[in-house]
């Protein structure tokens, strides 16, 4: 992996998950996942000092070989040790989406290092309306495989069971009413350890995605948010929910609070949620016994920002920027990311890396009062929540101007004046506010791009 990149090897690891004779791959994986054993229960100054020493390594190779890094750091000092990068990292500039869009192929090093080549392509689904482009290789997919894995060993998942993905695919075989089989769980487990299937199913209606999951029948579900939201509706209402359904994982978009208690009294399962970038990888992972985030710092440093770009104190929400601390074919360094999240207090489960309390979306997502608040949207108060207004349907927010909220719905008959009138008086107490709340009826709400579904937007500029 070359020595661009923090793989000591220890060795100490359950023998009975890995093949006998590993390959030299996955006998790295193996090392890797012993290392993280130890990393995960570091002091957090060790952690800090050795993500320190894997960024001088970074920002010195971005400056010589990334034509990018190579202008805009033309004014940095010059950064010789760890205790310079420290002293000098809040002068190091701000990389925005705008900043990636505009630098196009100058943010990809002249040098590649042979050792982590061949390198590929990848663009973010594009969900912001700014889709980044930048390169993935060897290293960046050995973290991903790493810390998949080390997902799979916090959950105590059972690699024999049955694992089902519901997500957007234009694989023809994923269709319904069957969707696709697979012999393995995906790349992080192939060659590494036996499993038992993976069902896939492209996103489709709720009602062939719930037969399906039904004949299926997975012990482990991995969808989005708001495809779970919506199946988890439709069990309440119809029952017989699949019987094997032990944990659910989803990524991609915003888990409200409510959903985890929705999730363990229709499905009966735990919903485990994970915070990743297509363009970055894994940036944090879920505690296995707390519902908050422990960052990846292993693959990823990440610092939690306000507007003017210093530090946020423990639970003040700000801006996810970050650098991932493996990718020498197109460094990203300081990133914004375009989410918010919340730092949190050390974790009870006695893991030391860094916690984020919550994540709470992009700033498109953050709900504007008249008198210049902004907030989180909760789609719950005082025991009313959003979705019981419309049972069966799926709906959309989306705040207009400062004073007007729109709610799409669809797959829900329109109502009556009466029952207008007195679903809006019950927004105004969910969202806080005498907003003037318009319905509109859909035959369908539009995904956006790469399947994902946001539940609230703002347009107010």
Not at 14 to 27: C, E, F, G, H, L
Not at 41 to 50: C, K, L, W
Not at 258 to 266: A, D, I, P, Q, T
Not at 298 to 322: H, M, R, T, Y
């Amino acid at each position: 992996m070359s020595n661009h990149s923090i793989l000591p090897v220890i060795s100490s690891i359950p023998s009975i998950i890995w093949p006998t004779v590993p390959s030299p791959m996955v006998a790295q994986l193996m090392s890797q996942l012993a290392y993280f054993s130890v990393s995960e229960r570091a002091s957090p100054e060790h952690i800090y000092d050795q993500q320190f020493a894997q960024l001088l390594e970074l920002i010195n190779f971005a400056r010589q070989t990334v034509p990018y890094y190579r202008n805009v750091y033309s004014k940095l000092p010059k950064i010789a040790s760890v205790e310079d990068l420290k002293q000098y990292w809040q002068q190091v500039p701000i990389l925005t989406r705008a900043n990636l869009q505009d630098a196009k192929q100058t943010i990809f090093t002249e040098s590649p290092l042979s050792s982590h080549e061949p390198s590929e392509l990848m663009t973010s689904t594009g969900s912001t309306g700014m889709p980044v482009t930048v390169k993935g290789n060897i290293a960046t997919q050995f973290f991903w495989n790493a810390i998949t894995l080390r997902d799979h060993l916090w959950h105590q998942h059972d690699f024999n069971h049955t694992y089902a993905v519901i997500r957007y695919t234009e694989n023809p075989d994923a269709k319904p009413p069957h969707g696709a089989v697979f012999e393995n769980w995906g790349p992080a487990t192939f060659r590494v350890v036996p499993t038992g299937k993976c069902h896939h199913l492209t996103i489709c209606s709720t009602e062939e995605e719930a037969s399906w999951l039904k004949k299926v029948n997975p012990h482990y579900l991995n969808c989005n948010p708001s495809t779970l939201r919506e199946l988890t509706q439709y069990f309440a209402t119809h029952g017989n929910a699949p019987s094997n359904l032990k944990k659910i994982h989803t990524n991609s978009e915003i888990v409200e609070p409510e959903l985890r208690r929705l999730v363990k009294e229709s499905l009966g399962a735990n919903l485990i949620d994970t915070y990743s970038a297509r363009e970055l990888g894994y940036i944090a992972l879920q505690c296995p016994e707390q519902e908050n985030y422990h960052i990846q710092s292993e693959n990823i440093f990440v610092e939690i920002l306000n507007e003017q770009f210093e530090p946020c104190k423990i639970g003040e929400p700000g801006i996810v920027v970050a650098t991932a601390l493996h990718n020498f074919a197109s460094p990203l360094i300081r990133y914004v990311v375009g989410d918010y999240a919340i730092p949190g207090n050390a974790c009870a489960c006695g893991r030391t890396l860094p916690v984020l309390e919550r994540v709470l979306g992009r700033q498109r997502n953050v709900l504007k009062l008249p008198d210049g608040r902004k907030i989180w949207p909760s789609f719950m108060n005082n025991g009313v929540r959003v979705m019981d207004l419309f049972p069966g349907g799926q709906f959309q927010v989306i705040q207009k101007t400062l004073t007007e909220i729109h709610i799409n719905l669809a797959r829900i008959s329109p109502f009556t004046s009466q029952q207008e009138s007195e679903i809006k008086s019950q927004l105004q107490s969910i969202f806080g506010y005498p907003f003037n709340f318009i319905l509109n009826y859909f035959d369908k709400i539009e995904r956006g791009p790469g399947g994902k579904f946001e539940d609230f937007k703002c347009e107010v500029v």
